[in-house]
DNA sequence: TATGAATGAGAGTTCATTCAT
DNA sequence: AATGAATGAACTCTCATTCAT
């Protein structure tokens, strides 16, 4: 990573953005070298195929990604009162926000492709996928256990939120494209604890 | 669509298969033929590229879809009583898992492709996603209305509830292949009405 | 081999041409195409790569002289007499040379590549050279066993044999080009009974 | 040839082992620096091309080789009495293969590529194969006249004579990697002088 | 309507060679 | 003399589409 030359950076940038803009089977590697400001040859010096610098990528951002959630979301139901743990679970969800901001050029690629392309990169998708379900479902028993929340399957609480975050995050993101994050934030925090608040 | 010859259905059944299999862009002209039993230039009969055949399917699927979801979501959270409320939230949602496993084929196949592939897509996927939120914001609106549902934005709501449905619908059909809806159902009414019943 | 049409027929007369022209390697597939007529395509429609049309090429003729040579060595040393033993030899010869100059070009084309190309149809070569020298071995110890040779290795007089087959054939045919074949048979069989005709 | 460097005399022998095994046009020149243990550009420095470094040693061995076979078929079927005469052969035979084997790299490589690429080659392949007919030829001249050997055509028996020595050679060095020379040489000496014995 | 051989543009990839350092 | 990143022409192969039968 810290050893990458000019050129490398230069093809994984190029190579972000045109799988991001033309998806990974549309993207030409002549679009990348196009977009990078190089040779043809030169990027068979760098990625033995189209395929590898696609997982080299995905891959990058896992390892990234996966530190900092790992800590984000420890706290995500932490707190003694209802206001400290309210406030911790919206903390935790602008870091995730903040997270997928960041990189969300290839938050959409891995998402969008993941699932797409025939299972090409199926298990790349289910990986992430699943590190997601595994990190959010631990700090859902975790509540469960300090009788904060009531509900009697974290597996697929885990699975709802999830659905939730991204895909509220690929619409108001990348399809509305211009959202103000801080009330969807809120939102999110209250549907989680309360859902639509129902009061028969 | 009334008047599809045996060699039309035939195609088009062989063509979802095959996108469902590999893919839309991993999918050959070639492997659809050869799946329907006929021969290359046939298909040209009947389509007037690969192209056309997908939206095809993807545009019958939304008309068939539409109707029964306008038909269902209108009671989602209709009725007097919080047990009927339940009730109805509950049949609703049986409804919507019920029509989606009918179209399982199609409906991965458009929300996989619907955001792969660079947007070639890109506007159906983004119309059945409208024509879902619209449906559902409308029901969440009536549910304020009436004072059972105390939330401030039914448009944020939608698109919560559809990414809960969307993604779990994905991944306990597609991903983890187990079957068992019910179960589900009943968890995924509760977290929408409560969400994790937080009590501080 | 019956059912050839008249493209695939063609595409394996230019790949031979070509083949022989330049070599294996160099050889281009759009060569071939050109000079069969057709599209670079079509090549495909017919044949997987060019190394499958090659090895097609090579099997068809191990195929067809297999079987000659099956029936003409049969004869190489039979006869009851010195001149029956020498005529039969003789016609033997003389057989051979018809069979390699009917099919000069595949013949060098696989004595070329068979030891070049790094191996890549040594495979190809190793077993048509095998299949000569059985067949040699094979007369040779029949002439021995009749009491008409007196030879004590009759594995080595069948690389010896073959050395001289193959190389003069090569010689005179590819190198010099024109060469009254008939004196060659005489010498070569005076040779062949013979040696130098040493008498010390 | 005197004045070259260590990193000359690398490439030279990285380029015949690589040669060798893979074959000329198989043989990239990134391999050959890899094993020389020099980078890409070193290699220019010193050969002007893929092709020339492949001339170079040709040209190499056959101005070593011509020397020593000049020397060694001098008395290929000298002596006066028939022990001496079979004695000279054997001894040249020997020689023969022992030069064969010092060289067995670049022999093989030169008979292998001489024939093949096209005729990318061809002239120096002739160039020596000339070189060996006239050197064998002269012998065989010179055994007529001496009324040892009885025979019409010498340039048609070098042929015969080279064929056998070539192929065997190749025969069993490299294909049967069977290095049990000596007893060959005895049968190579009497197939020369006697042929197959035959005796009507 | 059905066929399937033919098409050819365009893809990914290779590698001999160059040249600034 | 040595380096090795950069080059780009040239290659093999794919596949959506056409069209004569």
Same mark, same amino acid.
């Given at each position: 990573?810290?050893?990458?030359?000019?050129?490398?950076?230069?093809?994984?940038?190029?190579?972000?953005?045109?799988?991001?803009?033309?998806?990974?089977?549309?993207?030409?590697?002549?679009?990348?070298?196009?977009?990078?400001?190089?040779?043809?040859?030169?990027?068979?010096?760098?990625f033995r195929s189209?395929e590898m610098i696609?997982?080299?990528?995905?891959?990058?951002?896992?390892?990234?990604?996966?530190?900092?959630?790992?800590?984000?979301?420890?706290?995500?139901?932490?707190?003694?009162?209802?206001?400290?743990?309210?406030?911790?679970?919206?903390?935790?969800?602008?870091?995730?926000?903040? =997270? $997928?901001?960041?990189? %969300?050029?290839?938050?959409?690629? +891995?998402? @969008? !492709?993941?699932?797409?392309? #025939?299972?090409?990169?199926?298990? =790349? $998708?289910?990986?992430? %996928?699943?590190?997601?379900?595994? +990190?959010? @479902? !631990?700090?859902?028993?975790? #509540?469960?256990?300090?009788?904060?929340?009531?509900?009697?399957?974290?597996?697929?609480?885990?699975?709802?939120?999830?659905?939730?975050?991204?895909?509220?995050?690929?619409?108001?993101?990348?399809?509305?494209?211009?959202?103000?994050?801080?009330?969807?934030?809120?939102?999110?925090?209250?549907?989680?604890?309360?859902?639509?608040?129902?009061?028969?």
């Amino acid at each position: 990573m810290e050893g990458e030359s000019r050129t490398q950076k230069a093809l994984v940038k190029a190579a972000i953005d045109m799988f991001q803009q033309k998806g990974y089977q549309m993207t030409r590697v002549s679009d990348i070298v196009a977009a990078a400001g190089v040779a043809q040859g030169t990027f068979y010096n760098y990625f033995r195929s189209k395929e590898m610098i696609f997982r080299e990528i995905c891959n990058d951002f896992m390892e990234q990604v996966r530190a900092r959630f790992v800590l984000r979301t420890q706290h995500m139901f932490d707190g003694e009162t209802s206001d400290e743990v309210r406030e911790n679970l919206h903390a935790v969800i602008r870091d995730v926000f903040t =997270i $997928y901001q960041e990189n %969300l050029a290839v938050a959409e690629l +891995l998402f @969008r !492709e993941g699932i797409g392309n #025939g299972g090409l990169f199926k298990e =790349i $998708y289910e990986d992430i %996928l699943n590190l997601f379900l595994d +990190l959010i @479902r !631990e700090q859902v028993e975790k #509540g469960i256990a300090k009788g904060f929340l009531h509900i009697d399957d974290p597996e697929v609480a885990a699975v709802f939120l999830f659905g939730m975050f991204e895909r509220t995050l690929f619409y108001f993101l990348l399809v509305r494209k211009n959202r103000d994050m801080e009330k969807l934030e809120d939102k999110l925090a209250d549907f989680i604890l309360k859902g639509l608040s129902f009061e028969g």
